[in-house]
C-alpha cells in the first residue's frame, strides 16, 4: 500500500467531474489532522473552517456549503490543497464497502479499476479521520 499521504495528487480520482458543486453543497466531509494542518499552513484559522460532529472533524459550512467554496465561480478556494476527502469523492464508505456516490450527476463516469485503486485508501482515510482528534490534541 501507498504510503499516505505523501502525494495528495495520487488519491485523486480519475473521471468526468463536471464541476457542478453539488457536493460542496451542505458538506460533511471529514478532515484528518494532516488536512487541518495543511490548510491551517495556508493561513486559514482552524476554528474558521472545522466543525465537530459525530466525534470527528469536518469542513465547515457558511450559507448552506462548504466554507471554501465561492458560489459566484463554483471554485474551491484551497482547490490545490483541498482535503483528502474531497480528492477521493465520489468514492464513500456506506457502513460495509467502498462504493460510488450517485449524488454526484457524473457518478457513473467512475472506472471500476478506479474504485480497485482508490477503495482502500477510502478505508485507511476513515481511520485517520478517527485519529484526528488525538493528533491535533496532541500536536502529533
Ligand atoms: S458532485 Fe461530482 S461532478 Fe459535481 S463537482 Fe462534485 S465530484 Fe464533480
Do not use: Q
Not at 501507498?2 to 480519475?14: A, P, Q, S
Not at 467531474?17 to 484559522?45: F, H, W
Not at 457502513?95 to 471500476?112: A, L, Q, R, Y
Request: with cysteine; charged share 30%.
Amino acid at each position: 500500500m501507498r504510503h499516505v499521504w505523501g502525494d495528495l495528487r495520487w488519491f485523486e480520482v480519475k473521471f468526468k467531474c463536471i464541476k457542478c458543486g453539488i457536493c460542496c453543497i451542505g458538506t460533511e466531509m471529514e478532515l484528518t489532522a494532516e488536512d487541518i494542518r495543511r490548510i491551517e499552513a495556508a493561513g486559514y484559522k482552524m476554528e474558521d473552517f472545522v466543525v465537530e460532529k459525530d466525534g470527528v472533524y469536518r469542513l465547515k459550512n457558511v450559507d448552506g456549503h462548504c466554507v471554501f467554496y465561492d458560489p459566484a465561480t463554483r471554485m474551491c478556494k484551497i482547490y490545490d490543497i483541498r482535503p483528502i476527502g474531497c480528492r477521493l469523492y465520489p468514492l464513500v464508505f456506506n457502513g460495509s464497502s467502498v462504493e460510488v456516490d450517485k449524488t454526484c450527476p457524473t457518478w457513473h463516469t467512475v472506472p471500476k479499476s478506479e474504485v480497485a485503486r482508490l477503495g482502500p485508501y477510502v478505508v485507511e482515510f476513515l481511520k485517520e479521520v478517527e485519529r484526528a482528534k488525538v493528533k491535533i490534541k496532541l500536536r502529533l
